[in-house]
């Protein structure tokens, strides 16, 4: 189609961070927080900022890093949706999670100093790359930016076991839909749309349930009125509904 | 079996019991056509019909088939199909089986079809047919469950009632039909070749509806298209139908047939509303004799002009409104009662290569020569020859030979022009809101073209809707074509619709 088709059309609400400049960062950037003027000294904003390379575009599938790759960066999901996974010893794929813009990945690289697991982009998305040596040194400077390190890795590993308590298939997805919502929202992104950019198998996958699963339970909350699905976009019509369904795994 | 579809895909092979999917038709507050004829109102005059009559897309699919290329073909079906299981719930599936022979050949026909007294050809077919059914099921996760199956032609009943039976038994297998009441199993069937005992077999193996070509009654026309039938071998399918426990008959007609003039189509009508189908479907009749062979049968001087096809189309709304039919748009009519009333009144009516549809978005999935699938946003078509058909799969392939990815604005403008032809009506502001568009901005040259037909009163526009007038209803194709990118480069605003369209677009039928 010609250029002028794409006239009129609103840029699309996939959730996206707007750039930051060089005293400021991306507005969902983790370390806006610990970076405001009154706690940091421009220098050292300026050196954080020489830390951070933009990177990307990638186009759904493509690798941000593979499994066994040298770790020497973290990233920051600038917009899109990123998945991490690795294959256990059978070759079996195993989702670890879905990662939006404004949160890290590349944190449980730290200790094996390579990356344990792929990392791939669900939809077109781009990273913050923060090299990770600087970084550290730079955190022994910035107490409020070792802070945030610390916060993030407790943050990654709860994320991970979130689901491997005996839960039902209803409260492990309705806790899942509420988790991202919450995120989402975290984010200053409405809570009540979410776009899944992963396939069902990803979802069935990561709770641990069969794909048939997810569809079947995803019907039942919309025909009870909790959710409306339309594709890949789900809105959540009553929250508190959901949430109550959910309790039993975010209580943990 | 039907002229009409010939013009979009150079065979009317290509329809198929479907509804349009996902993007198109979403529920939105849209009553019916808000001003549905209830009497044809002729007051169309020489001059607007000389700039409508135009060639034009009927917009079974956006983009229409001759936007389908050959870039296209069983690796890029097999990937929307793998797409499609991936969403969080995946849609249903449709299924459209072609059977291309017909006994004899119907002057009108634009079809792709194979005329053979040979029964014996249905076995090599059913051979192919059974592989791809196959080859296609396994690339649809199992517990999508199919919701509608239709059977089209050529003449599906050149099949045996034990090799239906056996077909059933085979897509109930590799596809998981689902049991459930509101599964729709359909078939086409000229009478001509049927008897009661075969439509007793269709119903015991589980089809519950049935659509019946009937075209015209009067002898004169019949002999002029080559297709005798009788009011009462009609009426014992009909009857048969009714007594096996078919849900739903339809009848289907045309207009614009050589030798039809008002006063024997207004006999037709009143024998058709006395066999009382539960939905007929009046379609024009598409003259392209450069294109179709059958056609060149037809003579020039039979044909009648567009003034007398408007009068034709005229009788068919006036009779039938009054006799308790809605015009649903595009041709069809249907029962106040049928479904398809029921499903414009609520806002799930869907528009399909069919005509019109009232199921949830399916995923379409065509199976035998020449037919059309629609996975996700694309559309792709099998070869539409017994031979390229054939060979595909014996060298164990899809015998898919073109398609179109849609792009976004494909997508958007395919759900406008849903709109118009489900509802004929447009809330600007919903649809804004839902593809995340400027309306006024984003379709700048469609609307400045959409003015003109509003100073036709073909429809009225403000900046709240778009909605198609009584008289508009005649022009659907018309209005829809402001909309169509394929047919306006958007940078070219062109003086007269009529001229630009008839130069462009010599694939295309008549719109009148």
């Not at chain 2, 019909?49 to 229409?64: E, K, L, N, Q």
């Not at chain 2, 066999?275 to 009749?285: F, N, T």
């Amino acid at each position: 189609m010609t250029g002028i088709h794409q006239l009129g059309r609103f840029s699309a609400h996939r959730v996206a961070a707007d750039d930051g400049d060089e005293l400021r960062f991306c507005s969902t950037c983790v370390f806006g927080r610990v970076c405001l003027p009154k706690e940091v000294d421009k220098s050292a904003l300026v050196e954080l900022h020489c830390l951070v390379d933009h990177v990307g575009p990638f186009q759904a599938g493509d690798h941000i890093f593979r499994a066994g790759d040298r770790f020497n960066s973290i990233y920051a999901v600038r917009r899109g949706m990123i998945k991490t996974r690795l294959h256990d010893e059978s070759g079996r794929e195993q989702v670890l999670g879905f990662h939006l813009a404004g949160e890290m990945i590349g944190l449980n690289a730290i200790h094996p100093a390579k990356y344990p697991c792929d990392a791939i982009a669900l939809d077109e998305a781009e990273v913050c790359r923060f090299s990770f040596p600087a970084l550290a040194t730079l955190a022994l400077r910035m107490p409020g930016v070792q802070r945030e390190l610390f916060n993030l890795l407790s943050k990654d590993i709860g994320n991970a076991i979130a689901f491997a308590g005996d839960y039902s298939a209803d409260e492990r997805l309705a806790a899942f839909l509420i988790g991202l919502s919450r995120r989402f929202s975290e984010r200053g992104f409405p809570a009540d749309t979410l776009h899944l950019a992963m396939s069902r198998g990803d979802i069935a996958n990561y709770l641990r349930l069969a794909a048939e699963t997810v569809s079947r339970v995803l019907r039942r909350f919309q025909d009870h009125g909790l959710i409306a699905v339309d594709g890949r976009d789900v809105s959540i019509s009553k929250p508190a509904d959901l949430f109550a369904i959910a309790k039993p795994v975010l209580q943990r | 079996m039907l002229p009409h579809r010939a013009d979009e895909t150079g065979n009317s092979a290509s329809i198929r019991l479907i509804e349009v999917k996902a993007y198109a038709c979403r529920r939105e507050h849209t009553a019916r056509m808000a001003s549905a004829p209830n009497s044809f109102n002729a007051n169309f005059d020489s001059d607007l019909i000389a700039r409508y009559d135009v060639s034009g897309p009927r917009y079974t699919s956006y983009p229409a088939a001759p936007q389908f290329h050959e870039h296209f073909g069983a690796a890029e079906f097999a990937a929307a199909a793998h797409a499609s299981n991936d969403d969080p719930i995946p849609r249903g599936l449709s299924l459209y089986v072609h059977v291309p022979f017909c006994l004899s050949p119907c002057f009108y026909c634009g079809c792709t079809r194979i005329i053979t007294r040979d029964r014996g050809k249905a076995d090599s077919y059913l051979a192919r047919l059974y592989r791809e059914i196959e080859l296609t099921a396994s690339l649809f996760d199992r517990d999508r469950k199919t919701s509608q199956l239709h059977f089209g032609g050529g003449t599906p009943n050149f099949l045996t009632a034990w090799q239906m039976s056996e077909l059933i038994e085979s897509l109930a297998t590799n596809f998981g039909v689902s049991n459930a009441a509101s599964t729709e199993i359909g078939i086409e069937v000229d009478p001509r070749s049927a008897d009661a005992d075969y439509v007793r077999g269709l119903a015991s193996v589980g089809f519950n509806r049935l659509s019946i070509g009937v075209q015209d009654f009067d002898p004169e026309v019949q002999l002029a298209i080559n297709r005798v039938q009788s009011i009462e071998e009609t009426r014992a399918v009909i009857e048969a139908a009714r007594e096996s426990g078919f849900r739903s008959i339809s009848v289907d007609l045309i207009y614009g047939l050589p030798k039809q003039h008002p006063s024997s189509f207004s006999r037709t009508l009143d024998a058709i509303i006395a066999l009382a189908p539960d939905r007929v479907a009046v379609y024009g009749y598409a003259h392209l004799p450069q294109r179709f062979r059958a056609q060149r049968q037809i003579r020039a001087e039979d044909m009648p002009d567009a003034k007398t096809r408007l009068a034709l189309i005229g009788l068919a709304v006036s009779k039938l409104t009054v006799a308790g039919y809605r015009y649903i748009g595009m041709d069809h009519f249907a029962r106040m009662d049928d479904e398809l009333a029921r499903a414009q009144d609520n806002g799930t009516l869907q528009r399909n290569f069919q005509g019109y549809s009232t199921h949830a978005a399916c995923d379409l999935i065509g199976l035998g020569m020449s037919a059309i699938s629609h996975v996700g946003a694309t559309f792709s078509q099998n070869a539409r020859d017994l031979s390229g058909y054939y060979a595909a799969l014996d060298a164990g392939n899809l015998p898919i030979v073109r398609g179109i990815q849609l792009t976004v604005d494909d997508v958007i403008r395919a759900d406008l022009i849903q709109q118009l032809m489900c509802h004929g009506r447009v809330d600007i502001h919903a649809f804004a809101a839902r593809h995340r568009l400027d309306f006024p901005v984003y379709f700048a040259v469609s609307l400045a073209r959409l003015r003109r037909l509003a100073a036709d009163d073909l429809v009225e526009l403000s900046e709240h809707h778009i909605q198609v007038t009584a008289r508009g209803h005649f022009l659907l194709r018309n209005i829809a074509m402001c909309f169509d990118a394929y047919l306006n480069p958007a940078n070219h605003v062109p003086a007269v619709l009529a001229a630009e369209s008839s130069a462009i677009l010599p694939r295309y039928s008549r719109t009148l």
